[in-house]
């Protein structure tokens, strides 16, 4: 059965070519672009005054861990680097219960979702003792929500023990991690372009993982035809420790272990050089920019315009909350737009080029050209923000103004088609008991 369509009429600005008059819905799917002047084709389109809202493609984000929205702002892992930082969270994160994944999953889904996210990834990788359904309760709240996901089973099985920077009581066996990424695939993986959840295969990083499983890790994805992700040439100690582990770098490792293909995705590529980004053009990885995570924890700067140049597609994610400390991914655009202009100047980045790494950048990451675009076809997922804050007021340009001025909270989001934020709320959804909830549970975790 077919709904009545509906008209996103007259926006205020829009990110889509010839749709000056808005855009018209209809069962999920972006129908038709209305140009300056016209009218729907379907005589009975319901018409929604977008005359204060500028309209985006959903944003997605391709990199986060929910979890660490508990552990904001931590004393003991305040003013360190990669290594060090994770080392005072590893004990942290090993006391995780089902409880405070629940709430930390709930609070990061509803941080992005009001900052204008349709699409959102997660990276989980602590599985302690008791937490063997950690994605299953991240899809759950997902689903609550109304928002896609492709949640990414991440794992850690090389310890110090082996070598490894993580401590025992964080990580599990070979064979546990690959039966649940089986299992994982088999109960919640989507395929189709109207795919509200997908599953990846994510170990964490060169250092928290064994060559056998990054190995396995590639078959077994191969095998479901599903995406692979994990950490990649993000701080000079992981270069180090690839050479002193491996005799190589990073990414040659990665090659190493299957892992140079178009399926692939990388977070952070903060450290490539000018061959390995010919490379990873050639093999088709793409590569997610966080630019706030990499700013904290001082772990250098991602060459976005170098690596776009070599032919390498990019996206943006707000990486965890505990080194971003803020899952807002309006934030993040603003972010990535003043690093990356701060490096290559006016004439190589312009908001908009800010703009298309959180849009189409993100979507080739996840392997999804449906997400992203305003174009007839193209899922129903929209962003609406208004310009009506203090911070925008005498903007002209209302494109340039969310991204110069800061937005950071819109006002409606759409999926597939579906008001999921309206008026700026969630609906059914209390922040005030949420945080509540959220905060008991990272008091306990510290305490
Ligand atoms: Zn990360």
Redesign the pocket.
Known sequence: MSGRPLWIRKPLGILADDADDGVVVRDGRIEELIPTGGQPSAPDAVAFDASEHVVLPGLINT?H?FYQTLTRATEAALDRPLFGWLTALYPVWARLTPEALDAAATVALAELLLSGCTTTTD?HYVFPPGLDDAIDIEIAAARRLGLRVTVTRGSMNRSQRDGGLPPDTVVQDEDTILADSERLIARYHQSGPDALVRVALAPCSPFSVTTSLMRASAELAARHNVRLHT?LAETADEDRFCQETHGCRPLDYLEQCGWLHDKVWL?HGVHFDAGEMARLAHAGVSVTH?PC?NQILASGHCPVRDLEQAGVRVGLGV??SA?NNASNLMQEVRAAFLLQRGRYGVERVSHRDALRWVTTGSAACIGRPELGVIAPGAQADLALFRLDELRFSGALDPLAALVLCGAHRADRVMVGGNWVVENGAIPNLDLAVLMRRHRIAARSLVD
């Open positions: 990199h861990h990276h950490h977070a966080c995570s990486d965890g080194s």
